[in-house]
């Protein structure tokens, strides 16, 4: 799913409640199987931090980050956010589609990608604000 291959870091915080939407029967209606077993698979591999050890430029949930896509000068603005929270035409992502479970725990300047039915699509985190306290 990602393009580089440094370990994801994590809040604690965020991985009871990633871990609780993929353990949850009600969660299927919010994403597919195969993204479940993704986002799982890079929570196993993720290290853990408690929220005030959390690097600021690392992407975890209610981050806003701004995105460049490919090789293009394209720039995307979204924050991402739980499942019910979600809503496109505010450009809040849920952690759990795609491009949120290929953002989650990964760094300003980390390039991600993910399959799209036309192929796949790279993404460099450019920019991640999260709100301090």
Sequence with gaps: MTATKSKIIITKEDYSTLNSYITNLRS????????????????????LVKSEEMPVDVVRLNSRVIVKEGTTDKLIELVLV??????????????LAPIGTALIGFREGEKVSWDVPAGSRTFTIIKVYNQQG
Excluded: H, M
């Design 82 to 95: 739980v499942p019910e929270k979600a809503d496109i035409k505010e450009k809040r992502i849920s952690v």
């Design 28 to 47: 299927v209606r919010y994403f597919d199987g195969e993204n479940a077993a993704s986002l799982q698979e890079e929570l196993r591999k993720a290290t």
